[in-house]
C-alpha cells in the first residue's frame, strides 16, 4: 500500500512534529510533509497551541506548488473550528490531490471524519502509515483523549539494589550528572510535574526544567493530603503550582493561595488524596502527559492503583543496602502471581547509570 517514498516522506514529517515535543501542549504534535514530482515543496510543524496547524504552514510554503501534490501529515487533518480553522477545508482549497496520515485522531471531534471529509471532496486518502511511531509521539493526548486521564510516566533514581534514598530521606545525588540532565528531557515533554509532600520536605525540590532549553515550565503539582507544605519551599518560588490536598483548611489554604499557588481538595475515604480523580482533574485541565517525581510512598500508591502507565529508571553503579528506602511502597506478596509484570522498551547508558524504560503491561 505504502512504498519506500512514501515512508521517506512521513519519516521526514515526524522529525519535524518532534520539534513541538516541548511547545504544543496541550494540543498534539504534528509534522506535515508536501511533496510533488518526488520532491519536498513546503513543510511545517505545529509550533504552539493557538499558532498553526502543521499543514497550514506547510502549505503557505508550498504556495501554488500543493496543486496536484500529495500531503503526508503525521495526525489525520482536523475538520472542527478550534482557534485555527479545519485543516482539512485548507488541503481540499490548495488542490493537493493526495493525503497520507499517520494515524487516526483520537479527538471525538475528529475521529475519522477528517479523512472523510477530504475524500468527499475527491483526495485520495490513506491512513496507516508509519501508525507506531506517530502514536507513540502522542501517546498522552490520545490517552488524555480515549481514557479521560493523562499519560503518567514516572520517573525513579536508585542504587544498583533498588534503592532510593537512605532510611533519613537524603538521596541527593545518587545517579551523575549526565542522567540527572537526561531526566530534565522528560520533565520537559511533560504538562505536569508531580511529587508528594514527603519529597518537598526531604528534599526541597524546584521541579523545573533547568537543562533543557525550553519555552514553558510544566505545572507543578504536590500531593499533600493534610496541607503540610512549607510556605517556604522552592517548588512555590515562580511558576505555576497546584497543592491537591484532601481536607478543607481554610486558613492553610488562604496561606498556600497568597503565595500563589491553586488548591484542590480531592479526598478519598481513607483520607489521603483520591489519585485517580486528581488524574481526571488534570485531564480537564488539558494535561497530556504526568512527570512524576516522587517518594517510596506515592509512588507505590499511584503503582499500586494501577495509574502509571510507564517508567523511567536511572540505575546507578553503586549499593545502598536494606535499611535504604526502595522505589515502591506496596503490599507485600504471597505469591509470584501477584507480581506487576513490565515490558522492556529500552535500555541503555546514560554516563555511568543505566537507564531503563518499561511500561506496565
Same mark, same amino acid.
Given at each position: ?16 512534529? #518532534? ?11 504534528? *509534522? ?27 502549505? *503557505? ?68 502509515? @508509519? ?22 510516566? &514516572? ?8 534503592? $532510593? ?29 508531580? $511529587? ?11 521541579? $523545573? ?48 493561595? #497568597? ?19 486528581? @488524574? ?46 526502595? &522505589? ?20 541503555? &547508558? ?12
Amino acid at each position: 500500500m505504502f512504498t519506500a517514498d512514501d515512508h521517506r516522506f512521513m519519516a521526514r514529517a515526524l522529525e519535524l512534529a #518532534e520539534r513541538g515535543l516541548y511547545t504544543t501542549s496541550p494540543n498534539p504534535r504534528v *509534522g506535515c510533509v508536501i511533496v510533488r514530482d518526488g520532491a519536498i515543496v513546503g513543510e511545517g510543524w505545529h509550533e504552539r497551541a493557538g499558532g498553526p496547524h502543521a499543514e497550514v504552514s506547510a502549505l *503557505g510554503v508550498a504556495g501554488a506548488r500543493a496543486r496536484g501534490a500529495s500531503a503526508y501529515v503525521t495526525l489525520e487533518p482536523c475538520v472542527h473550528q478550534g482557534r485555527t480553522g479545519p485543516c482539512t477545508e485548507a488541503l481540499i482549497a490548495s488542490g493537493v490531490s493526495r493525503v497520507a496520515a499517520a494515524v487516526h485522531d483520537p479527538n471525538p471531534l475528529v475521529g475519522g471524519r477528517g479523512l472523510a471529509r477530504l475524500r468527499e471532496a475527491g483526495i485520495v486518502s490513506d491512513v496507516g502509515l @508509519m501508525e507506531d511511531e506517530a502514536r507513540e509521539l502522542n501517546i498522552g493526548f490520545a490517552s488524555r483523549m480515549t481514557r479521560g486521564r493523562p499519560w503518567v510516566r &514516572m520517573k525513579v533514581a536508585a542504587s544498583l539494589d533498588g534503592k $532510593t534514598a537512605l532510611n533519613n530521606g537524603r538521596s541527593r545525588w545518587i545517579t551523575g550528572e549526565a542522567a540527572r540532565r537526561d531526566g530534565h528531557h522528560w520533565r520537559a515533554r511533560a504538562c505536569v510535574v508531580l $511529587t508528594g509532600i514527603g519529597t518537598v520536605r526531604d528534599d526541597d525540590p524546584q521541579l $523545573t526544567v533547568r537543562d533543557v532549553a525550553t519555552s514553558r515550565q510544566p505545572l507543578r503539582v504536590v500531593v499533600d493530603s493534610r496541607l503540610e507544605l512549607p510556605h517556604t519551599a522552592r517548588v512555590l518560588e515562580g511558576g505555576r503550582v497546584l497543592v491537591a490536598a484532601a481536607r478543607e483548611d481554610p486558613r492553610a489554604i488562604t496561606a498556600l493561595r #497568597e503565595k500563589g499557588a491553586e488548591v484542590v481538595v480531592i479526598p478519598n475515604r481513607a483520607g489521603k488524596v483520591e489519585l485517580l480523580e486528581l @488524574m481526571r482533574e488534570l485531564a480537564r485541565r488539558e494535561t497530556n502527559e504526568v512527570h512524576v517525581e516522587a517518594g517510596h510512598r506515592l509512588n507505590g500508591s499511584l503503582v499500586a492503583e494501577g495509574l502509571v502507565d510507564e517508567l523511567v529508571v536511572y540505575l546507578a553503579p553503586t549499593v545502598l543496602g536494606d535499611a535504604a528506602r526502595g &522505589m515502591f511502597e506496596l503490599p507485600e506478596l504471597a505469591d509470584l502471581a501477584g507480581r506487576r509484570p513490565l515490558s522492556i522498551r529500552d535500555v541503555r &547508558m546514560i554516563g555511568a547509570d543505566i537507564r531503563i524504560v518499561a511500561r506496565f503491561v
